[in-house]
C-alpha cells in the first residue's frame, strides 16, 4: 500500500502541514464555543440553498426561506430552495450514519 510513485516529503510539505493542522485546531476550537450545533448547520444549509438558488435566477429571500408557510408568501421559488435544503439536510443524516 505504498504510494506510487513515492511521496516526497519536503520542508516546504511539512510547513504546510503543521498551518492545516493548526488551522484545524482552530476551526475545532471554535466548533466548541457554538452552542446549538445542529441550529448553525441548518442555518448554514439555509442560507446556502438561498445563495445556490440566487445564482440560479431564483427569486427568494431568506425570510422566505425561514418561514415558508407563511400567509403572506405567494413566492413559487420557495420551493426550490426548501426542496434543496431538505436535500442537504437528507445527506447531512446520511453522513451520520456511516
Request: net charge negative.
Amino acid at each position: 500500500m505504498p504510494p506510487n510513485p513515492e511521496l516526497n516529503i519536503n520542508s516546504d510539505i511539512v510547513k504546510k502541514l503543521v498551518e492545516a493542522n493548526r488551522d484545524l485546531v482552530r476551526l475545532d476550537t471554535a466548533a466548541k464555543l457554538i452552542p446549538n450545533v445542529e441550529l448553525f448547520i441548518s442555518m448554514y444549509v439555509r442560507k446556502e440553498a438561498l445563495i445556490s438558488s440566487q445564482i440560479e435566477g431564483t427569486q427568494c429571500t431568506l425570510d422566505d426561506v425561514l418561514d415558508p408557510e407563511v400567509d403572506g408568501n405567494t413566492n413559487l421559488d420557495v420551493g426550490d430552495v426548501i426542496n434543496y435544503v431538505r436535500a442537504c439536510t437528507y445527506a447531512i443524516g446520511r453522513l451520520d450514519e456511516q
